[in-house]
């Protein structure tokens, strides 16, 4: 008989990744009455949710060990792999009947490969992986896209929603990675299409903020233009998401388009100019700062 665990104000959870989104997702968690055992590369990082309560753990493993669902939130796949399966990770210390939640954009065969690793345990995996940025993490309204066993998910959704207000199961394991690669296309087709009007609406001579009044509630609106356009504006370049994780992404996208036969050239183009973007040292910054990196191009 599959265990799975029932979820109550006490139900004990873990946290491995307490960056940009994942400090305000666990915070969120514990704000509802979860007593919470964190851990991050870097423990200055994990201060804010330990001065609220938090308990530290010394490895993945050991926040496994104190536990019932345990949600992962790293960089890059490479991370997501080291967390999980090397010998102090996650998988060490999940006993049967807990649940691993990993909520990283990683790639849809690591996925699979987690799943079946916690089913050996007779333990369960989701992959969750979130859309929204750092405004949707600490207005707690991410988007979820989750791959798994439908029992565990339905388990698990009292835990989402009190971090989403979009969570849907999208299939089996990998799913969720599948559907967010989707997201991250749309994204990046909309970003290039942001940026580029604002470069136009400068040359132009056009006021910037009148122009975004006038098309972001047509057909032209969109999430980036609502919230990262103002940003854009005011020279706010501060990441709610990384180019160097979107160029990730992106990278993840086209290997499995590859894998799958598919071409697609304009998801191909985008990632060369965000490729350049970083490469201009705009890694670190914020998905907006496309906006810099093209308009270097157009003034070369």
Same mark, same amino acid.
């Given at each position: 008989m599959t265990v799975l665990p029932a979820i109550t104000k006490d139900t004990r959870i873990g946290w491995i990744g307490t960056g940009v989104m994942g400090l305000s997702m666990c915070g969120h968690l514990m704000a509802a009455g979860h007593p919470a055992t964190v851990f991050n590369r870097t423990q200055a990082k994990a201060e804010p949710l330990l001065a609220k309560g938090a308990a530290?753990?010394?490895?993945?493993?050991?926040?496994?060990?104190?536990?019932?669902?345990?949600?992962? /939130?790293?960089?890059?796949p490479d991370?997501?792999?080291?967390?999980y399966f090397e010998p102090d990770g996650v998988l060490a210390g999940l006993a049967p009947g807990k649940v691993a939640v990993d909520m990283t954009t990683t790639s849809p065969s690591l996925a699979v490969?987690?799943?079946?690793?916690?089913?050996?345990?007779?333990?369960?995996?989701?992959?969750?992986p979130v859309s929204g940025g750092d405004v949707g993490a600490k207005n707690?309204?991410?988007?979820?896209?989750?791959?798994? $066993?439908?029992?565990?998910?339905?388990?698990?959704?009292?835990?989402? $929603?009190?971090?989403?207000? /979009?969570?849907?199961l999208q299939g089996?394991?990998?799913?969720?990675?599948?559907?967010?690669?989707?997201?991250? /296309?749309?994204?990046?087709?909309?970003?290039?299409?942001?940026?580029?009007?604002?470069?136009y609406a400068t040359r132009a001579g056009l006021?910037?903020?009148?122009?975004?009044?006038?098309?972001s509630k047509g057909a032209a609106g969109c999430w980036s233009l609502e919230n990262l356009a103002p940003r854009i504006l005011?020279?706010?370049?501060?990441?709610?998401?990384?180019?160097?994780?979107?160029?990730?992404?992106?990278? /993840?996208?086209?290997?499995e388009s590859?894998?799958?036969?598919?071409?697609?050239?304009?998801?191909?183009?985008?990632?060369?100019?965000?490729?350049?973007?970083?490469?201009?040292?705009?890694?670190?910054?914020?998905?907006?700062?496309l906006f810099l990196a093209l308009q270097r191009m157009a003034q070369a």
């Open positions: 530290w753990a010394e490895s993945p493993r050991a926040v496994a060990e104190a536990s019932e669902v345990v949600f992962t /939130i790293v960089g890059y991370d997501v792999r080291r967390v490969e987690i799943d079946a690793a916690a089913r050996r345990k007779g333990a369960h995996a989701l992959d969750a707690a309204a991410l988007s979820i896209m989750v791959g798994g $066993e439908a029992a565990v998910f339905e388990a698990v959704r009292p835990l989402f $929603e009190r971090l989403g207000r /979009i969570i849907a089996a394991a990998g799913c969720g990675q599948h559907t967010k690669m989707c997201n991250q /296309i749309v994204i990046a087709g909309s970003m290039i299409g942001v940026c580029e009007s604002l470069l006021d910037p903020q009148a122009m975004l009044g006038a098309i005011k020279g706010d370049f501060a990441p709610g998401f990384m180019i160097d994780h979107f160029v990730k992404d992106m990278g /993840i996208a086209l290997e590859r894998r799958m036969g598919l071409a697609l050239p304009g998801l191909t183009l985008v990632n060369g100019l965000y490729a350049e973007a970083a490469r201009c040292g705009f890694g670190r910054e914020g998905t907006q700062a």
